[in-house]
C-alpha cells in the first residue's frame, strides 16, 4: 500500500520555513524581551522585509504585541515587540499530603497568582471537586475568566504508571489512585491535565533556571518528609520502565534494615536513614529536639560540639544513598534538594561533598538546590509552559 503523503509538508516549503523562522523568532522575544523588528532580523539572520512580514504575521495571530519604542539610540525610535502574554495560560500544583499549592502564569512564564489550601482531612472521593475548587480559586486570584486554561501539570509524591495511568508509590495520598484521574480532572478543569513525580519537576525546574541549568547528566536527591531522586542523562528525565526511576527511598543501603516487603511496608532501606522522622530521632541522639526534620537542621547550625557531630553524621546518611546511585548513574553533577539540605545550606552540601569524595568511586561536583521559591511548583509550570507553547505556537 502507497502512504498517501499529500498533506505533509515537504522539507524546504516556504509554509515549513515561515513556521521554522516564526517559532525561532517567538523564542527570542521570550528569552531576550521586546525586541525591534531589527534586532530580530540581525538574532534570526533574517532580512529586514522578512522579518516585517515575521511580525506581521505573528501580530495577526495574536502571538505579539507592540509594547513601546527604543530610545536614546541614533535614528529614529524603532518599535519593539514582546510575546503576547494573554496568548496563553497555564497552571502548575503542588501536591503534598497537607496542603496543595498552586500558582497560575501567562505564556511569557510570569507568575499571575498563588494560592495554597489546605489538604489534609480531605474525603479521597471529593479530590477532583476540591482541586477544581483551588485551581479554580487562583485563576479567579489571577484576574482571568473561568476556562482561560491552557495546560495544567500537576507534581505528586508518587509516580504515573506509562501503561495503566495509575499512581504507583503514592499511598500517602487517598483520593489520587485512580486509572481514570488524569480524565477528571481534565474535564472538571477544561483544560489537558498530566500528573509528574515532583522531584522530577523539581529536576525541571532545576535544569531551567537553577543550580543545574547547563548541565545534560546530572541527578536530583530529595530529602524532606520523602525522600527520592530524579535522573536526567543527555537532557532528558530517565522515567524507567514503570515510571519508578529515582523511588530510592525504598533503596537497601547499608546502615538500614532491609525492608523484604516494600510494597505493603510502604518503606525501604534509604528513607529509614534520611527521612524526616528519621533525622528527627538522629538530632535527639545528639541532644537536639524540635518538631521538624528542618528544624532539626537548622538547630544544629547554631549548636556548636552537638550540632556539628550531627550533621556531619546526617552528611553521611546522605553520601551512603549518594554513593549507590552515582556508581551506577556517574553523573557529572549532583544536585540537593527538598527541605533538609535546604534548611542546612552550604555547610551540609560540603560535608555531603566531602564524604561522597571519600565512599564514591566517581566524584561529582554536589550543588544546592539554588531556586528561590518552591521547586516543583516552579517545575510544573516549566512543564506546563512548554506544552502550552508547543500547542500555541504550532497552530497559528
Known amino acids: ?16 520555513l515561515r513556521a521554522i523562522n516564526d517559532r525561532a523568532a517567538l523564542q527570542l522575544l521570550l528569552e531576550n524581551g521586546p525586541l525591534s523588528r531589527t534586532q530580530i532580523g540581525t538574532l534570526t539572520g533574517l532580512s529586514k522585509p522578512t522579518a516585517s512580514q515575521l511580525l506581521a504575521r505573528l501580530e495577526a495571530a495574536g502571538l505579539v504585541v507592540p509594547v513601546g519604542t527604543t530610545e536614546g539610540g541614533p535614528g529614529p525610535n524603532a518599535q519593539l515587540y514582546q510575546v503576547d502574554p494573554a496568548a496563553g495560560y497555564v ?11 498552586v500558582a497560575v502564569a501567562d505564556i511569557t512564564g510570569r507568575t499571575l497568582a498563588e494560592h495554597v489550601v489546605p489538604s489534609k482531612g480531605w474525603p479521597a472521593a471529593a479530590t477532583v471537586e476540591k482541586v477544581g475548587e483551588a485551581v479554580a480559586e487562583t485563576v479567579r486570584r489571577a484576574g482571568l475568566a473561568p476556562g482561560s486554561l491552557r495546560e495544567i501539570v500537576i507534581g505528586v509524591g508518587g509516580a504515573p504508571d506509562p501503561v495503566t495511568g495509575k499512581l504507583r508509590y503514592a499511598s500517602h495520598l ?5 486509572p481514570r484521574l488524569t480524565d477528571e480532572l481534565s474535564a472538571a478543569l477544561a483544560a489537558p491535565v498530566s500528573i509528574e513525580n515532583d522531584v522530577n519537576l523539581a529536576a525541571v525546574a532545576e535544569q531551567a533556571s537553577g543550580a543545574a541549568q547547563g548541565c545534560e547528566d546530572f541527578v536530583l536527591l530529595w530529602a524532606g518528609e520523602g525522600t527520592g531522586a530524579a535522573i536526567v542523562i543527555a537532557g532528558r528525565l530517565h522515567r524507567g ?3 519508578g526511576a529515582g523511588e530510592v527511598g525504598y533503596m537497601p543501603v547499608p546502615g538500614a534494615p532491609v525492608v523484604r516487603d516494600v510494597r505493603r511496608k510502604n518503606s525501604g532501606g534509604f528513607q529509614e536513614l534520611v527521612g ?5 530521632a ?10 521538624s526534620a528542618e528544624e532539626a537542621v537548622l538547630l544544629a547550625l547554631e549548636t556548636p560540639g552537638a550540632g556539628d557531630d550531627f550533621l556531619t553524621a546526617l552528611a553521611g546518611r546522605l553520601a551512603v544513598g549518594l554513593a549507590v546511585i552515582v556508581s551506577v548513574v556517574d553523573p557529572e553533577l549532583v544536585v540537593v534538594s527538598g527541605g533538609v539540605p535546604i534548611a542546612g545550606g552550604e555547610r551540609l552540601r560540603l560535608l555531603v561533598e566531602d564524604e561522597l569524595a571519600r565512599i564514591a568511586i ?6 544546592s538546590s539554588a531556586l528561590p521559591g518552591p521547586p516543583v511548583l516552579h517545575g510544573a509550570l516549566q512543564r506546563a509552559l512548554a506544552a502550552a507553547r508547543e500547542a500555541v505556537f504550532s497552530t497559528h
Open 91 to 101: 497552571a502548575g500544583l503542588d501536591v503534598t499530603t497537607s496542603q496543595v499549592r
Open 241 to 243: 520502565f514503570t515510571g
Open 1 to 16: 500500500m502507497t502512504e498517501n503523503t499529500s498533506r505533509l509538508p515537504l522539507a524546504g516549503t516556504p509554509s515549513l
Open 174 to 178: 487517598p483520593g489520587w489512585h485512580s
Open 276 to 280: 524526616a522522622p528519621a533525622v528527627r
Open 362 to 367: 566517581t566524584r561529582p561536583e554536589v550543588r
Open 282 to 291: 538522629l538530632a535527639r541522639e545528639h541532644g537536639l529536639s524540635a518538631p
